[in-house]
């Protein structure tokens, strides 16, 4: 016996796919309108004292507040190898802007901020091809996240990220391969590498099942590697030392717990002496950095030297997830 859907249901469906196109191509306008006016040049933008009032340090910003302030970095501030400090003020003022209005009336800053940040990924990108051959020379936007965020299913109504986020792996940021990521904020900046479950990224009981086997029969193996990475690293990935492996074990399932599974999984022991590992989702290791690494010259190459000494956690370990 057939049944058909009453009217209201169709209707009801068109309604939420109009929604849904529409909260899209909110996004994706904004984002072409932020393009096009890099493009159009600074004759578009109104250069008045009066709407763009300059502070002691000689930043102009448009706006209704009268804390910190910030202005447009001009052309001959970038760098390809390195980040202007002045676009990452951007983001801070975000921060304490974080609506509509004050980034519209803004814009011209965000699209320095984030032609600054743009230039340096793709220099980062070019010196960590040199260290992992898995990672493609791919257009910038394959790498990089938007900063709009999708409020539809949120608690956190902000219409903006306050920070700058890339995914390097063997497909860009999309794709279910490990590989490296970083964030810069106005205050910090984390490196990290590994298989983190986000975007489409498959954390199903299969997608783990060859390193949670070996894990199972013998996990020094495992441990050993982390150990290994921390003493290449100077110490620099956990705050344990790389003789404490105890230490650096404990470290690395506080990161990656927030991923980590309710229940053992099926096929293997409740008691088992490292079942927390058995039951984790997420796979990665990360260090902050500090910013003015990213403000020196070739401040990309030494980025990409540091997210190297990560290398063989993602081509030896992860390549199985």
């Not at 159009?40 to 763009?52: A, F, K, L, M, V």
């Not at 901020?113 to 230039?119: G, I, N, T």
Request: some cysteine.
């Amino acid at each position: 016996m057939t049944t058909k859907r009453s009217k209201y249901f169709k209707k009801k469906k068109e309604d939420e796919e109009s929604s849904s196109e529409s909260q899209d191509s909110y996004s994706d306008a904004s984002y072409k309108d932020n393009s096009s006016s890099e493009q159009s040049g600074s004759g578009s933008r109104p250069q008045s004292e009066t709407e763009y009032p300059e502070s002691e340090d000689g930043i102009k910003v448009k706006r209704r507040r009268t804390d910190s302030q910030v202005s447009t970095p001009e052309r001959e501030d970038y760098s390809p190898g390195s980040m202007n400090p002045k676009s990452l003020k951007f983001l801070e003022l975000l921060k304490d802007n974080n609506n509509r209005e004050w980034f519209n009336e803004n814009k011209h800053l965000y699209d320095s901020s984030r032609k600054d940040y743009e230039s340096f990924i793709d220099e980062l990108v070019h010196n960590l091809t040199q260290y992992d051959t898995e990672v493609p020379e791919l257009p910038v936007k394959d790498f990089t996240f938007r900063l709009y965020r999708d409020v539809r299913f949120s608690h956190d109504k902000t219409p903006y990220k306050t920070h700058y986020a890339s995914v390097f792996s063997r497909t860009g940021k999309k794709g279910p391969f490990a590989g490296y990521y970083i964030t810069i904020s106005g205050e910090s900046c984390r490196i990290g590498a590994g298989y983190f479950p986000f975007g489409d990224r498959d954390t199903s009981q299969r997608k783990f099942q060859v390193l949670r086997d070996e894990i199972a029969q013998d996990s020094s193996r495992f441990k050993s590697r982390l150990t290994k990475i921390q003493r290449n690293s100077g110490d620099a990935i956990f705050t344990s030392s790389h003789q404490n492996e105890q230490g650096i074990i404990e470290e690395f399932l506080a990161v990656n717990e927030f991923a980590a599974m309710k229940r053992c999984p099926a096929g293997y022991e409740k008691t088992h002496p490292d079942v927390k590992l058995l039951m984790l989702k997420s796979f990665i290791i990360r260090r902050d950095i500090d910013l003015q690494i990213l403000y020196k010259e070739g401040g990309a190459m030494i980025v990409a030297k540091l997210m190297a000494e990560m290398t063989p956690w993602v081509s030896r370990f992860c390549s199985s997830c």
